[in-house]
């Protein structure tokens, strides 16, 4: 089932996150071995094991990045208890891209990561 498709995932959530994906898809536009496409397809429609998981922790991550600015009119940077179990969800999400990740590329999702990270008002070294 496509991230597009379920009821319980609103596609402006995965605007910034695919955003990513094309930024790095232009500074590496060839794709001989298909990588690019593999990675695109396992986010959009996730199907293999690890696949869901990732991308469902990364758009939750998300959501609530943007739930909390729309709720409290700030970033989660901003706020020193609930920002800072944010960061530490991010960074172990950002830890398991060590691990599987079925056809997903954990360059791009790490790129996507950085992102939401600098969105929700974080700066310096994640």
Known sequence: ???YNRP???RRYTDALLRAVKEQRKR???DPTGYIRRHELAFMAPTKPFEQA???MLLGLKHYAS???NAYGSKLADDGVI???W???LRGLRAMLNGQLG???GGFLDAAICNLYREAGFDGEL
């Open 1 to 3: 089932m496509s991230a």
């Open 8 to 10: 319980d995932i609103d």
């Open 28 to 30: 590496t536009p060839k």
């Open 54 to 56: 990732i991308v469902q």
């Open 67 to 69: 739930d909390h600015e």
């Open 83 to 85: 920002g800072e179990a």
């Open 87 to 89: 960061l530490d969800a």
């Open 103 to 105: 056809r997903l590329d």
